[in-house]
């Protein structure tokens, strides 16, 4: 995902589950560098809206350290509503997360990092997941002006 100083971006949250172990509900927080990315708010994706999936956010700022670099974290809960829902957490795209980028950003690549607090399976009571992968995604901050770098390189001998 890649924005320009200024623009607001929809980072999109997807769910894969496994078909041995439905889940009800889970936690996971976002970290990231926020000197220059702020959340905004969250929406819920088609698959969320299809299984009645509620999303909730909230966001923790830390003191900047002795770089000046500050972290936020972006605590994400998506839990099925009801007591006894039919399956557990669906497949697809469960909620869009609204960042915006500040005015004053430079060229810069920001790693969203995930880390899953908790999950629970249907049991009663639930029981806790211990494993529930996940994947960082990524921000980067482009200028208009400013070519993009090549990715790519050619040997010759």
């Known amino acids: 995902m890649s924005g320009t100083p200024g623009a607001s971006l929809m980072v999109p949250l997807y769910f894969t589950p496994d078909l041995k172990t439905p889940l009800r509900s889970f936690v996971v927080d976002i970290e ?3 000197n220059n990315l702020k959340f905004q708010k969250a929406s819920r994706g088609v698959a969320a809206e299809q299984a009645n999936v509620d999303i909730t956010t909230a966001v923790t700022d830390a003191p900047a350290d002795d770089k000046g670099v500050t972290r936020s974290k972006l605590r994400v809960t998506a839990s099925l509503a009801g007591q006894t829902p039919p399956e557990g ?5 469960l909620a869009y997360l609204l960042f915006q980028i500040s005015l004053e950003a430079k060229p810069f690549t920001i790693k969203l990092t995930p880390a899953v ?3 629970e399976d249907f049991s009663n009571p639930p029981k806790k997941i211990a494993k529930v992968g996940t994947e960082p995604g990524l921000v980067t901050v482009e200028l208009l002006d400013v ?4 990715t790519c390189f ?3 001998h």
């Not at 957490?89 to 795209?93: C, E, N, Q, V």
């Not at 070519?147 to 090549?150: D, L, R, T, V």
């Open 32 to 34: 990231f560098v926020s």
């Open 117 to 119: 607090i908790s999950a």
């Open 154 to 156: 050619f040997f010759t």
């Open 147 to 150: 070519m993009p770098e090549a």
């Open 89 to 93: 957490m669906p497949d697809g795209l």
